[in-house]
């Protein structure tokens, strides 16, 4: 199907998780699935296809909970997304919990400091962007130590030089080494978001010393880098591209740091898991990922399931 003609519907639900395992969607953005889910339905409605639903937050925790998805650590990275995270945790006690940070597109963007990257999209500063990147990071602080329950990670933050021009890769760089000393001050784990910046990540993370639960969240690396994760202790968390034809280096990956040092997540609404790539994703479809990782170890769902369900809790305290 092009994608004039994609299908835009809801993939349909997976086969439940056994019942006595309730496994964690590690990385998701709840709140931001509601509205895509409505540009989907608009666009459908626009090509003359069916509608779209639109769930709401409670509709979309509960379809997880059904298919044997317990709890999600929802990523709040952008200065008025902070708070949204939290109130999640706060409106949903033990089942959603809040990882915050200034996203490393959104850290240059503060003080209007951005420069195009390769993706060659032009630079678009919203009025919250007037705040200084430092007065943001200080947000980020005071919830975290405002609401120590609800807020069991810093992230995502890290290095995207897709986005981010080499003009101001150094800000970004400071911006992420910024994250690190809270992470470590706060003794909190650490999510990463590293898209074409695998080398200058791992440079930052070895120079500065990185925080003792360093997370590459939705890894995109390939084995080599694997491998220092492993030596390093860090750990790798898998989205739906681990299902994607030719990621091949993501899965010789999650063989060398296996489901001690694994753990899966949406990254919703985007990601989405084959055979339903381009649809909306949602923290439902985390047996579908669970079914690729189980089919790249060759072992059962329920022992992926298991693994990672006790690597999240483990780094998460959860």
């Known amino acids: 199907m092009s994608k004039h003609h994609r299908d835009r519907s809801w993939a349909p639900a997976p086969e439940p998780l056994p019942e006595d395992i309730q496994v964690i969607d590690d990385h998701t953005h709840v709140a931001s699935v509601v509205p895509f889910a409505r540009a989907m339905d608009h666009e459908a409605q626009t090509k003359g296809q069916a509608p779209v639903p639109v769930y709401d937050v409670d509709q ?3 379809q997880a909970q059904a298919v044997g998805v317990g709890g999600i650590i929802d990523c709040g990275c952008e200065l008025p997304h902070l708070m949204t995270a939290v109130q999640m945790a ?3 006690p ?24 390769p993706d060659g999209l032009p630079l678009k500063y919203k009025p919250y962007h007037d705040t200084s990147f430092e007065d943001a990071l200080a947000e980020v602080h ?12 810093i992230g995502e933050t890290g290095m995207d030089l ?8 150094e800000l970004q760089r400071e911006a992420f080494r910024a994250h690190i000393a809270l992470a470590k001050e706060l003794n ?8 074409d910046s695998h080398r200058e990540v791992i440079e930052t993370l070895l120079a500065d010393g990185s925080p003792e639960r360093t997370v590459f969240h939705s890894y995109s690396g390939d084995a080599e880098m694997a491998q220092i994760a492993r030596e390093q202790g860090w750990y790798l968390s898998f989205s739906g591209t681990v299902s994607y034809k030719g990621n091949d280096g993501i899965r010789e990956s999650l063989r060398i740091v296996g489901l001690d040092h694994a753990m ?3 990254d919703a609404p985007y990601l989405t898991p084959m055979p339903y790539r381009g649809r909306t994703n949602a923290p439902y479809m985390i047996p579908y990922t669970l079914r690729a990782m189980a089919d790249t170890l060759d072992v059962p769902i329920a022992v992926v399931a298991r693994g990672t369900r006790a690597t999240t809790r483990e780094v998460y305290g959860i």
């Open 60 to 62: 979309l925790l509960a």
């Open 90 to 92: 706060l409106d949903h």
């Open 94 to 117: 033990g089942n959603v919990h809040a990882a915050l940070a200034i996203h490393p597109n959104e850290a240059v963007l503060h003080g209007h400091r951005g420069v195009p990257g």
């Open 142 to 153: 005071r919830l975290a130590t405002q609401y120590p329950e609800q807020v069991v990670a």
């Open 162 to 169: 897709f986005r981010t021009g080499e003009g101001a890769k």
């Open 188 to 195: 909190l784990p650490m999510q990463i978001h590293d898209r």
């Open 264 to 266: 899966v997540e949406t």
